[in-house]
């Protein structure tokens, strides 16, 4: 059966090209997902910075393209790119912000590029944060708590 969210979900126009954060005078940041993330924290994130000004990317992790991200509680969300698209993983960003839920923390910490974006982020003593078991399982670990 299939949830009027997930119908409104599927029916979104399919984007053309990626949103990478490109406005110098708005903050930026980038929300990766993958599945088996938490849809609550993951929306709260984009909600909250979206409502604040913020242009934000949510990507997502070990889905091909920008297919819909199978979340926590059978939720879909899409996301506005793949984290390998051209340009995601070299944007400048003002924060990186994950959600947890499991397996998606799990999912998220299996990723090479990010973990590597993520370390890079902290190099420039640039924001990044997590929600409920991504810090243990993200940032515990690999030099990033």
Known sequence: MITAL???????????????CTAPSM????????PGSEELEA????????????????ASVGVPGMDPVSCARNQLLV?????????????DYDAILLPGGMPGASNLAASSPLLERLRRQAAEKKWYG???????????????L
């Not at 997930?6 to 990478?20: D, E, G, K, N, W």
């Not at 903050?27 to 993958?34: E, F, Q, T």
């Not at 506005?80 to 070299?90: C, F, H, N, R, S």
């Open 79 to 91: 996301p506005d790119a793949a984290i390998e698209a051209p340009g995601i993983l070299d944007s």
């Open 27 to 34: 903050p930026c940041a980038l929300v990766p997902i993958a």
């Open 6 to 20: 997930q119908t409104l979900t599927m029916l979104s126009a399919p984007r053309s090209m990626p949103i990478v």
């Open 43 to 58: 929306t709260a994130i984009v909600n909250v910075l979206r409502r604040a000004g913020w242009s934000v990317t949510l």
């Open 130 to 144: 997590a929600i409920c078991a991504a810090p243990a399982v993200v940032f515990a670990g690999k030099s990033l």
